[in-house]
């Protein structure tokens, strides 16, 4: 994807989500540079889904149905309006599947019908907190946590009854995955990051993949999984 085109239309999706969103709405939480990591990863892997735990508005799907049409583009929610708005946005194009289905259900039905999907795990609103469920069920893929505490003020992460979204979630898994990334808050990207309010920090897990091609790129820092 040209950075001409991924800044074409990043900017032009509806903030539909900002009335209840703490970024604001927009896809990505309107991070311009967590597009550039997402397209850096889906080009160097050959993704061939993008499957995306928690939908809300449909932001950032319709970004994803836009950007990607040749990609199976697969997500869902467990609020009926929220289906219902992603339905309307997206649910008309061939390539995109929108469900009403609780996350980990989802990722357990489509988790060997890809050869190397990108799982965007964004479900972190409501009890209980699949997180865990999700990244047992996940075979093969690369791995996108979101709202992870990567240890900068600018970049903000999820808290739920006093257990953060951390690398220590990450313990249970660590035969699977030894490293794990985070988005590097000191790269230089190729476009400007707009959002001048909340940021979210993210993880970055590579499922049974036999290259890694995060670990020498300036978009991401590698950080040994912590023993559990």
Not at 66 to 85: A, F, G, M, N, Q
Request: hydrophobic share 35%.
């Amino acid at each position: 994807m040209s950075t001409e085109k991924l800044y074409d239309v990043f900017y032009r999706i509806a903030r539909i989500g900002a009335s209840e969103l703490s970024d604001g709405g927009g896809p990505l939480g309107f991070d311009i540079t967590t597009a550039l990591e997402f397209d850096y990863i889906i080009q160097r892997y050959q993704c061939d889904a993008i499957i995306e735990t928690g939908s809300n508005c449909g932001d950032s799907t319709e970004y994803f149905a836009r950007v990607y049409p040749h990609l199976s583009i697969i997500t869902c929610d467990v609020v009926d309006k929220y289906v219902e708005i992603t339905r309307r946005r997206v649910g008309h194009l061939p390539h995109c599947t929108v469900l009403k289905a609780d996350s980990p259900e989802m990722i357990a039905k489509y988790a060997d019908v890809f050869r190397c999907p990108l799982f965007f795990l964004d479900a972190h609103w409501y009890e209980p907190w699949p997180l865990e469920r999700e990244l047992s069920l996940i075979k093969r893929g690369i791995i996108c946590v979101d709202d992870f505490d990567i240890g900068h003020p600018r970049f903000g992460y999820d808290e739920y009854k006093g257990v953060k979204c951390d690398a220590k979630l990450l313990a249970p898994f660590r035969d699977k995955y030894p490293v794990h990334y985070t988005n590097n808050p000191d790269a230089l990207h190729e476009l400007p990051c707009l959002q001048v309010g909340r940021r979210g920090g993210k993880a970055y897990l590579l499922a049974d993949q036999s290259i890694d091609y995060l670990q020498h790129h300036r978009y991401f820092r590698q950080h040994v999984t912590p023993a559990a």
